[in-house]
């Protein structure tokens, strides 16, 4: 069985998606640690009540590449084949790139390239765009820019707020980040470039 991290800072409800999604079957893996820079997280009494491992690793006042490092030793026993950025509202360093190269996911909630970095959902009404969306992608060291392993749209409508519209994408965040990972870990994919392509 495929051996998954989860990182995250917050709520966690993608976290929560993923989970569901393998204890009713439609994703084939295992999450050996949840990992929380915020030891308030809703997240990590999430893992616990599921009896998942909950790693709370505060990272206040610590440098990035730091952090990673101490990431990286936390994980080192586990055995990890994938991490996945659920949520996870910190830089990610590169000795944690270097470990897991090609190996970092994260959900970012807009149609990348557009709109990375933080209130997305605000920038996209602001912007006018009609359709927005979320973005699965590989983590590089830039901000929010690796390749993109999958996409989902949805429509803007007129009434909508910053809230309704991340509700909206949020459904879909749900779907898509598992099937990222079951696309990833298949290895059913070759990179052209910036393209993941899927094998046939
Ligand atoms: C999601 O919108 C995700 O795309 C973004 O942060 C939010 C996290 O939500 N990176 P949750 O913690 O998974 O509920």
Do not use: W
């Not at 557009?114 to 590989?138: E, I, N, R």
């Amino acid at each position: 069985m495929k051996k998954l991290a989860i990182l995250v800072s917050g709520r966690g409800s993608n976290f929560e998606a993923i989970a569901r999604n393998i204890r009713e079957g439609r994703l084939e893996a295992e999450i050996v640690a949840v990992v929380s820079n915020s030891p308030t997280a809703k997240a990590l009494e999430t893992a616990e009540s599921l009896g998942l491992r909950a790693i709370s690793l505060p990272s206040k006042g610590i440098e990035t590449d730091t952090y990673a490092a101490m990431v990286v030793e936390a994980l080192a026993p586990l055995q990890v084949d994938l991490i996945c950025l659920a949520g996870f509202m910190r830089r990610v360093g590169a000795p944690l790139l270097e470990a897991y190269a090609q190996r970092i996911l994260n959900i970012h909630p807009s149609l990348l390239p557009s709109f990375p970095g933080l209130h997305v959902q605000q920038q996209a009404l602001d912007y006018g765009v009609k359709f927005s969306g979320c973005t699965v992608h590989f983590v590089d060291a830039g901000l929010d820019t690796g390749p993109i392993v999958m996409q989902a749209a949805v429509p803007v409508e007129d009434g909508d707020t910053a809230d309704t519209l991340a509700a909206r994408i949020l459904v879909e965040e749900h779907k898509i980040f598992s099937q990222a990972i079951a696309l990833v870990l298949s290895g059913a994919y070759r990179v052209d470039g910036r393209r993941i392509i899927r094998k046939d």
